[in-house]
């Protein structure tokens, strides 16, 4: 069994930073892809970044040329760098882990309040 386990969260005014984590501990075999995702208050959870093993990413449209996504395989660790925040950006962001095709872990979230 995997743990996720985010970091990071906070308020933070329009325009700042904030780099969240997401720590992966417990019985490790391999993992694979890897994902942000965020929920906004009255909205459905929403996919934000995508990482492979090998480091492929993919991001939501609304956070391109903001946000970076990145891992350390060595430390099971996963990384968004979130510049240029907006209020839009305020939500709970969840990271997730697959192992194959049809395995994957959340994490408890972590909260970001983009508000000045």
């Known amino acids: 069994q995997v743990q996720l386990a985010e970091s990071g969260g906070g308020l933070v005014q329009p325009g700042g930073s904030l780099r969240l984590s997401c720590a992966a501990s417990g019985t490790i075999f391999r993992l694979d892809a890897m994902d942000w995702y965020r929920q906004a208050p009255g909205k459905q959870r929403e996919l934000v970044a995508t990482?492979?093993?090998?480091?492929?990413?993919n991001y939501a449209d609304s956070v391109k040329g903001r946000f970076t996504i990145s891992r350390d395989n060595a430390k099971n660790t996963m990384y968004l760098q979130m510049n240029s925040l907006k209020p839009e950006d305020t939500g709970v962001y969840y990271c997730r882990s697959h192992l194959g095709p049809s395995v994957s872990w959340w994490g408890q979230g972590t909260q970001v309040t983009v508000s000045s």
């Open positions: 990482i492979t093993r090998a480091g492929s990413t």
